[in-house]
């Protein structure tokens, strides 16, 4: 189980990434979700946001759907990133394995958010799990932001 | 965050935080010695300003040279990120500062450095806040103490004076059934010989001004906080759980997690308080925390040598050092500190008063100065300086009554340290 994934994986995992689907992801510009949603576009991720609140709107020029199912089938999702809580959890994890079974590769539930049984069965179909973290905070951590208001990034380098 | 990678308490002294200048490849730290960073464009300057990126902005609030200190010292202290401030003192101030709203209080120990008990019996008071000074060998008076405005609690590790060590992880205990966070101030043990976070404390403060910087070179304060607070599990610390009104109504807690505390501590307390440390000063404390490990060794080890010279001696009536065999906190020293117990010390001489001062004006190595943690040796007689302003009671509670001399063990020699003490007593106690 991915429960405390190795810096090499995150780093791995936040590298590989170009499209993720951000599921129950907020449009209100002072909570949580749509400040990592915001980040991760902003740092060059293609965020797709699902949640029926919001479905129509649009979130940087793109749209947001009211469901995984309405995402365009043909549209390569490699990270499925999940702002719902854990009874959701099996549902929207199956649906996004089938939907985007071609190019999806990694299932990541955020902060506070674990689903022990979703990730075995993911690992065992070849995803990488990540749960119970933050894509922003960790992208921050891993590549210097977090470093710049002095936290502990763990990272020791003598090179450029 | 979990940190996957353990490195050595030696190599982290000497690495963390820093990296070569991506720039200039400069090995070395450079002291960026500046107050205000371009913005790369409209939306950069609004994203860092409405903390959705971090980033720098004006160096009150963010320095790289400063933000290079506050990492290497959360990262010795096991922590999860660090606010760099002007002082020791002004770090408590900034530490309590987001816990706090007028008519709160905090339950302290009675064995803390003088200056210390000052803040906290009478300038706190004109924010509306409290202390409640209690014995923190009583644990029942601890518990006791802790009443529904209590908003931490909070303790010296090695103590200054001196002879006393903190049970850590019994007041943390007392800390977590209530709620509340516990801080420690662990300026005297440094995190070589004291990491309280991995005994349950929550806040850590310095005064970098001693043993991180080393050689009595530059003021500086450091808070540490170890993520681990749940600060919405209550509705005691509305800075951290509600909305916060110059954040256009962001929660902290909820939007930033673990990172919430250290986030506050610089977008709302440097960003308002002002009470940021100098470039220079976070430079200096750099390269002085870089050997901290190696001085720690010598000032313990002469501290112990010189703390049983002086006990076996019959001008001297006691020696309190938790180092000592003799000690009743030795055990608790072994167990909890097993690196030392500092290298801070106080004894008491036959005579009284009179004979402290004579036995301080003749020292020759002894510097005689209001400070500690310096790599020369120092002495203080608290009563006539820096515990002055106590009463003889808080005199008394603080280690610091009239016939006590403190000691601040540097890195000499210690025959030569000896000697010193062994000609002034001589002198001194020659007069009575
Ligand atoms: C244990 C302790 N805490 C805090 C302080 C205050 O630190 P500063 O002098 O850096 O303000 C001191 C200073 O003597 C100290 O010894």
């Known amino acids: ?27 209100n510009s002072v909570r949580p979700s749509y400040f990592v949603a ?40 490699d990270m499925l990133d999940i702002f719902r809580r854990p009874e959701h959890i099996p549902e929207i994890a199956a649906t996004a394995m089938n939907r985007f079974s071609s190019s999806l590769r990694t299932i990541w539930m955020q902060v506070g958010i674990t689903h022990g049984e979703v990730a075995k069965t993911a690992e065992s179909k070849g995803l990488q799990v990540i749960q119970n973290r933050c894509p922003k905070i960790e992208h921050q951590r891993l590549f210097g932001e977090l470093r710049k208001m002095g936290f502990n990034t763990g990272i020791i380098s003598s090179k450029l | 965050m979990d940190l ?42 609004a994203a860092l300003f409405n903390l959705q990126e971090v980033g720098y902005i004006y160096s009150r609030l ?23 401030c002007s002082s020791g003192h002004a770090a ?17 120990s009675t064995r803390l450095y003088g200056g210390t008990v000052t803040q906290f019996s009478n300038t706190i008071r004109r924010f509306g806040w409290r202390a409640t000074f209690v014995d923190f060998e009583d644990l029942a008076s601890v518990r006791n103490a802790v009443g529904d405005r209590t908003k931490a609690i909070f303790t010296e590790s090695v103590c200054n004076p001196g002879g006393y060590v903190t049970d850590i992880p019994v007041i943390s205990e007392i800390a977590d059934s209530a709620g509340i966070p516990l801080i420690v101030d662990n300026t005297s043990a440094t995190p070589y010989l004291c990491r309280p976070i991995e005994q349950g404390a929550t806040l850590i403060v310095h005064s970098t001004t001693k043993y991180l910087s080393g050689n009595g070179t530059c003021m500086g304060g450091l808070i540490v906080d170890s993520g681990r607070f749940d600060w919405s599990a209550s509705d005691k610390f509305p800075s951290l759980s509600q909305p916060e009104p110059a954040y256009h109504g962001l929660k902290f807690h909820e939007t930033f997690g673990e990172l919430a505390y250290v986030l506050h501590g610089h977008a709302v307390g440097l960003r308002d308080l002002g009470a940021c440390q100098a470039p220079m000063n976070a430079f200096i404390t750099l390269l002085g925390i870089e050997t901290l490990s190696l001085r720690m060794q010598k000032h313990v080890a002469n501290a112990v040598t010189i703390a049983e010279w002086l006990e076996k001696d019959p001008r001297i009536e006691a020696v309190t050092y938790a180092g000592l065999a003799s000690s009743p906190y030795a055990e608790r020293a072994r167990r909890l500190y097993p690196k030392g117990a500092g290298a801070l010390f106080t004894f008491a001489v036959k005579g009284g008063y009179d004979t402290c001062i004579r036995l301080v004006d003749s020292l020759r ?21 820096t515990h002055r302003q106590l009463t003889p009671e808080q005199q008394e509670a ?35």
């Open chain 1, 1 to 27: 189980m991915t429960q405390t994934p190795t810096d090499e994986l995150l780093r791995k995992i936040l590298g590989e990434t170009r499209v993720i689907v951000c599921v129950g992801v907020s449009m």
């Open chain 1, 38 to 77: 915001r980040y991760l576009h902003l740092r060059g991720y293609r965020i797709i946001p699902v949640n029926p609140a919001y479905a129509g709107d649009e979130f940087f020029g793109r749209p947001i759907y009211d469901s995984l199912d309405s995402v365009p089938g043909n549209v390569e999702v």
């Open chain 2, 4 to 45: 996957t990678a353990t490195y050595g308490f030696d190599t982290l002294q000497v690495h963390a935080g820093a990296q070569p200048d991506p720039t200039t490849g400069a090995r070395q730290t450079p002291v960026f010695q500046n107050t205000a960073y371009v913005f790369k464009d409209a939306d950069h300057a």
């Open chain 2, 62 to 84: 963010t320095n790289p040279t400063v933000a290079v200190l506050q990492e290497r010292v959360s990262t010795l202290e096991a922590g999860i990120g660090g606010i760099a």
């Open chain 2, 92 to 108: 408590q101030i900034m530490a309590l500062f987001p816990l706090m709203s007028p008519g709160d209080d905090i339950v302290v």
């Open chain 2, 365 to 385: 190595i002894f510097s005689h100065v209001a400070n500690l943690g310096d790599t020369r040796s120092l002495v203080i007689h608290s009563a006539s300086t």
């Open chain 2, 398 to 432: 603080a280690g610091a009554a009239p016939n006590v001399v403190r000691l601040s063990i540097g890195i000499e020699d210690a025959d030569d340290l000896i000697a010193d003490l062994d000609q002034a007593l001589t002198r001194a106690v020659a007069k009575t």
